[in-house]
């Protein structure tokens, strides 16, 4: 108990420097000459920014995950576009992880070991149970991520293989199998939707629900039904959950989505807008197959009206997107995407300011909330499992156009033309619909090899118009990692991993095939 205390003094100094502003702190009594006990929400509401903030950012997302999906792409220093990141990122990407799921467990342990203090911030059980909840959330996107990880949580601690988390117990922990972590997965979410006590909320730390339990059910659930759908070919029995998951109820309405909310001063700002407007990082746009599906160009859909809220015209200046001065357009010719693939030298040559559209200002905006999950996922879900029921796959672009704030008009003029349901349809519109939540779009990439429009290694697309390239010129692109023939289905494992966990790693790319690269398959991965 001596070590725990002396951790959480270091972890609350941690986290007074990190979120010094935030009104979720104001209560807490930071005299060291009269200390007061530290309430379970603080680690809570830390550890979910934490996690957000440094998987959305401009590393964890914006130079891996987002371009590869062919979401945005970078204007100069391209080599992450073409898979060589760079590992320093990689660890920090890693260490994260652990260091968001560390303050989620830590969580836990402050609000059962002092309930007299906690209960006045809500149920004791449902702030175990919210916390559960996300630690799975973000085992699930770990584990996604890079295969076989070292696990932890809260129904499987008596688990002797399930050794995260446990530093001064396992300096060195094991790596679990993938198919173990999710099936324990599926057992928390089930677990914690059961936990939460319906009629009390947790009152303060949540930024997503304001402490509504019944909204924590109906997520925990959906992500139940999220990981029981991408694992049903290699697992069948998962089955059951789904259904199980859907009659103890699903997200039904756009009311549900879990949003983790930002604030309107910089230090509470949307990651993606401090990359830009803080760190002046201006370094991406919207890429050329993107805007080219939404154009109508590619796919077999009509042009979509969630165009110019996912991009801003290609005459705005990224000021006018900070500061939404920008006249927004319908007109498809004033959108242009940046050519994804290119190498450094030609995107410097390409680029120009006046070009090439850069994201929107509903996708910049200080406050935007990051999309854990939302209602339009999930009617994706129903229609596969349906048989790509036409009705749920409607249901589901209805909703998504509804939470961009698309107007009644377009909506009903869109979904007048939209081709009937089938698995290329409702799958690619589903990854139109996962804009901005990157790692679920690369995750059900490789699950299904869906959408089709995305630019594969040795294929060439054309240049936009200008000085350098007249029209009619393409490229090609051409990974800067040998062999690569396709997005990479995983990224490897930190470097610092083969020498400070060496037994264990060598153990964990065995288990996985015997080698550590991007072209390594995850359980799921069948395409």
Same mark, same amino acid.
């Given at each position: 108990m001596k070590k725990l205390l002396t951790y959480i003094s270091s972890l609350i100094i941690l986290l007074f420097s990190a979120i010094s502003c935030d009104n979720d702190f104001d209560n807490i009594n930071t005299d060291p000459n009269n200390p007061k006990k530290v309430p379970g929400y603080t680690t809570f509401r830390f550890g979910c920014r934490y996690f957000i903030d440094n998987t959305r950012d401009e590393w964890g997302s914006g130079r891996m995950v987002l371009p590869w999906i062919q979401y945005w792409c970078q204007l100069n220093y391209t080599e992450e576009d073409l898979y060589q990141y760079r590992d320093g990122a990689n660890q920090n990407l890693w260490k994260d992880y652990y260091r968001a799921a560390e303050n989620l467990k830590t969580s836990i342990e402050l609000v059962e070991s002092d309930p007299l203090t906690n209960v006045q911030f809500g149920a004791i059980e449902n702030q175990t149970a919210i916390a559960r909840i996300m630690l799975s959330y973000l085992f699930m996107q770990l584990t996604d991520t890079y295969g076989d990880v070292p696990y932890w949580s809260y129904g499987g601690k008596s688990n002797p293989d399930f050794q995260a988390l446990q530093v001064e117990k396992y300096k060195t922990p094991k790596f679990v199998r993938q198919d173990t972590i999710y099936k324990d997965i599926l057992k928390e979410l089930k677990e914690a939707s059961a936990q939460l006590i319906l009629n009390k909320n947790v009152s303060t730390g949540d930024h997503m629900y304001n402490g509504d339990a019944a909204k924590w059910k109906k997520f925990a659930n959906s992500l139940r039904l999220r990981l029981a759908n991408r694992l049903k070919e290699i697992m069948p029995k998962v089955i059951t959950e789904a259904n199980d998951a859907i009659s103890q109820g699903?997200?039904?309405?756009?009311?549900?989505?879990?949003?983790?909310?930002?604030?309107?001063?910089?230090?509470?700002?949307?990651?993606?807008?401090?990359?830009?407007?803080?760190?002046?990082?201006?370094?991406?746009?919207?890429?050329?197959?993107?805007?080219?599906?939404?154009?109508?160009?590619?796919?077999?859909?009509?042009?979509?009206?969630?165009?110019?809220?996912?991009?801003?015209?290609?005459?705005?200046?990224?000021?006018?997107?900070?500061?939404?001065?920008?006249?927004?357009?319908?007109?498809?010719?004033?959108?242009?995407?940046?050519?994804?693939?290119?190498?450094?030298?030609?995107?410097?040559?390409?680029?120009?300011?006046?070009?090439?559209?850069?994201?929107?200002?509903?996708?910049?905006?200080?406050?935007?909330?990051?999309?854990?999950?939302?209602?339009?996922?999930?009617?994706?879900?129903?229609?596969?499992?349906?048989?790509?029921?036409?009705?749920?796959?409607?249901?589901?672009?209805?909703?998504?156009?509804?939470?961009?704030?698309?107007?009644?008009?377009?909506?009903?003029?869109?979904?007048?033309?939209?081709?009937?349901?089938?698995?290329?349809?409702?799958?690619?519109?589903?990854?139109?619909?996962?804009?901005?939540?990157?790692? *679920? #779009?690369?995750?059900?990439?490789?699950? %299904?090899?869906?959408? @089709? &429009?995305? !630019?594969?290694?040795? =294929?060439?697309?054309?240049?936009?118009?200008?000085?350098?390239?007249?029209?009619?010129?393409?490229?090609?692109?051409?990974?800067?990692?040998?062999?690569?023939?396709?997005?990479?289905?995983?990224?490897?494992?930190?470097?610092?991993?083969?020498?400070?966990?060496?037994?264990?790693?060598? *153990? #964990?790319?065995?288990?996985?095939?015997? %080698?550590?690269?991007? @072209? &390594?398959? !995850?359980?799921?991965? =069948?395409?």
């Open positions: 699903v997200f039904t309405s756009n009311e549900d989505n879990a949003i983790f909310a930002y604030g309107t001063t910089t230090s509470d700002a949307n990651p993606m807008w401090r990359a830009y407007f803080v760190k002046n990082r201006t370094d991406f746009a919207v890429t050329n197959t993107f805007i080219d599906l939404l154009k109508g160009k590619l796919g077999t859909f009509s042009a979509d009206p969630r165009l110019h809220k996912f991009a801003s015209p290609k005459k705005a200046k990224i000021d006018d997107v900070k500061n939404n001065t920008y006249v927004s357009s319908s007109n498809l010719s004033d959108y242009e995407g940046m050519p994804y693939g290119i190498t450094s030298a030609m995107a410097s040559e390409v680029f120009s300011a006046d070009k090439i559209s850069y994201p929107s200002y509903d996708v910049l905006h200080i406050d935007r909330g990051e999309v854990l999950m939302e209602y339009a996922e999930v009617q994706f879900i129903l229609s596969e499992l349906n048989n790509w029921d036409n009705g749920y796959y409607q249901e589901g672009v209805k909703a998504s156009l509804e939470r961009w704030g698309v107007s009644t008009k377009d909506q009903a003029d869109f979904l007048s033309k939209l081709p009937i349901a089938n698995e290329e349809n409702v799958l690619t519109q589903k990854y139109i619909a996962l804009y901005m939540q990157p790692h *679920e #779009a690369w995750a059900e990439y490789r699950r %299904t090899g869906y959408p @089709k &429009t995305l !630019l594969l290694p040795g =294929k060439t697309y054309a240049l936009p118009e200008n000085p350098t390239f007249p029209a009619g010129t393409s490229y090609e692109f051409k990974p800067l990692v040998f062999g690569m023939t396709d997005l990479p289905t995983r990224i490897p494992y930190p470097s610092h991993l083969s020498t400070q966990n060496t037994k264990n790693y060598y *153990e #964990a790319v065995k288990n996985m095939g015997g %080698t550590d690269d991007m @072209k &390594t398959k !995850l359980i799921w991965d =069948k395409n």
